[in-house]
């Protein structure tokens, strides 16, 4: 099961009511979504499928919540089961499991499926738009640094650009892009684990 670092730093460092909370939903995304991987997005742990959201789970102050994604938001809390303070205020295992296995086939209806031996898809690459490479060319040092990304680095950083909704937005986000590139930085520096010195 695809486990990242920064989601056990997340339960770690989450309040003591919600840290069970957390564990449990993280074992059951695992049970019902084989092949699962877990990122951190928009600051909350999350479970994806082919790249895909499926799921994703926060911790708040008093209370936790569980998203699963195109089931619509539903109480006052982010999610579709309120505000979660307890195990017990979750609905039944039948319910969750049904719910995560209707996101999953969403997932898998929109062309993201493993293939039938189980390998996953390649995902499509995503062109560099001329004014980003443009942007990059003009920073030597953001230009070799995004060189020397993997693929999926630099996929994370054209994904956040070109997803962009306004222009204002985009150009926010490439001077943002550029700055971090520079620095040696990827999209999802803030949360990945600094390194120990040997």
């Known amino acids: 099961m695809g486990r990242d670092p920064r989601v056990d730093d997340y339960i ?8 069970p909370i957390l564990e449990h939903l993280r074992a059951l995304a695992h049970r019902v979504l084989p092949g699962a991987e877990e990122a951190i997005k928009w600051g909350m742990p999350h479970f994806t499928v082919s790249g895909k959201n499926v799921a994703g789970m926060a911790a708040f102050k008093a209370h936790c919540t569980f998203v699963i994604h195109g089931d619509g938001r539903q109480g006052d809390a982010m999610g579709q089961f309120g505000r979660i303070t307890g195990i017990a205020d979750l609905p039944d295992e039948a319910v969750l499991t049904a719910n ?3 996101a999953l ?8 499926a493993l293939r039938i031996d189980g390998t996953r898809k390649p995902r499509p690459e995503i062109p ?11 920073t030597p ?6 060189g020397r ?10 994904e956040w650009i070109t997803e962009a909704k306004t222009a204002a937005t985009r150009d926010k986000r490439m001077a943002q892009a550029s700055e ?3 620095e040696g930085k990827t999209r999802n520096w803030k949360y990945e684990k600094p390194r120990r010195n040997a």
């Open 128 to 138: 560099m738009p001329d004014d980003f490479a443009a942007l990059l060319a003009a």
């Open 180 to 182: 971090w590139i520079a």
């Open 12 to 19: 770690e460092g989450a309040a003591d009511f919600a840290r």
């Open 100 to 102: 995560l296995q209707a």
């Open 149 to 158: 990304f993997t693929p999926s680095q630099r996929r994370d950083y054209l």
């Open 105 to 112: 086939d969403r997932v898998l209806e929109k062309g993201t």
């Open 141 to 146: 040092e953001a230009q070799d640094a995004f």
